[in-house]
């Protein structure tokens, strides 16, 4: 079975342009999140999903962020407009049920000029 | 705010050497678990342990659960190359689904 599909694999852009990131959960997954890495702050959950309605996303940093999963295979993170200080590794998981393994994908490196 | 101390941050060692890096916590978790983090990869889940006290062994990494359930340590006997990679720990407080990490052990083990 192929595990969380992520992509793109590694973004570069220029301030103030929009980056969206997708994700493809595990079939059969119904628990979603989005996570950022960095050096400073480690690894930090952004938002979760559940059957598709976000759950959490008080660690969505600010208006700039926003998160959508329109159905159980699909989910996308937006930045708009994005900055350099949200260079990251941005991270989704997923897990069947919120209290089970989280599966996470490959990551998306993002770096913003 | 639950906060999760990893030390050392970064460890090198040669192989065949002993290690034990280890995960602290003011708070208290409902479970902890460790992860083997790849460059270029995400985060893979070694161990859930979640009872204090709790000793959990796998192949040579030995996870170990504090008895006030704040803290934890992993230990690996005989390291080896194929160890090396980043080490995290992640506790899981009353909302299950949300897990605060540590910013994690770096490990290189020399051949």
């Known amino acids: 079975d192929a595990g969380v599909i992520q992509s793109p694999r590694h973004e570069v852009t220029e301030m103030g342009q929009e980056v969206t990131l997708r994700c493809k959960p595990i079939?059969?997954?119904?628990?979603l999140f989005w996570y950022r890495q960095t050096m400073m702050r480690g690894l930090e959950l952004l938002i979760y999903?559940?059957?598709?309605?976000?759950?959490?996303d008080s660690g969505m940093p600010e208006d700039r962020f926003s998160a959508k999963m329109p159905n159980a295979s699909f989910s996308t993170l937006k930045i708009q407009p994005s900055e350099p200080r949200d260079s990251a590794v941005y991270f989704c998981?997923?897990?069947?049920?919120?209290?089970?393994?989280?599966?996470f994908g490959p990551g998306t490196r993002l770096l913003v000029l | 705010t639950q906060l999760l101390e990893q030390s050392p941050q970064f460890l090198s060692i040669q192989e065949g050497e002993n290690l034990t890096v280890y995960c602290n916590s003011s708070?208290?978790?409902?479970?902890l678990q460790w992860y083997r983090q790849e460059p270029g990869e995400g985060p893979v889940l070694l161990v859930t342990?979640?009872?204090?006290?709790e000793v959990k062994k796998l192949k040579r990494l030995t996870f170990q659960f504090g008895d006030a359930r704040k803290d934890s340590s992993l230990h690996i006997t005989a390291a080896q190359p194929g160890d090396t990679g980043l080490y995290l720990c992640?506790?899981?407080?009353?909302?299950?689904?949300?897990?605060?990490f540590g910013k994690g052990t770096l490990l290189t083990v020399n051949p």
């Open positions: 998981a997923s897990s069947f049920g919120d209290r089970e393994t989280q599966y």
């Open positions: 079939s059969g997954h119904n628990s």
């Open positions: 999903f559940n059957n598709n309605v976000p759950i959490d």
């Open positions: 708070s208290v978790f409902s479970s």
């Open positions: 342990v979640v009872t204090g006290g």
């Open positions: 992640a506790g899981a407080g009353g909302s299950n689904y949300k897990l605060t």
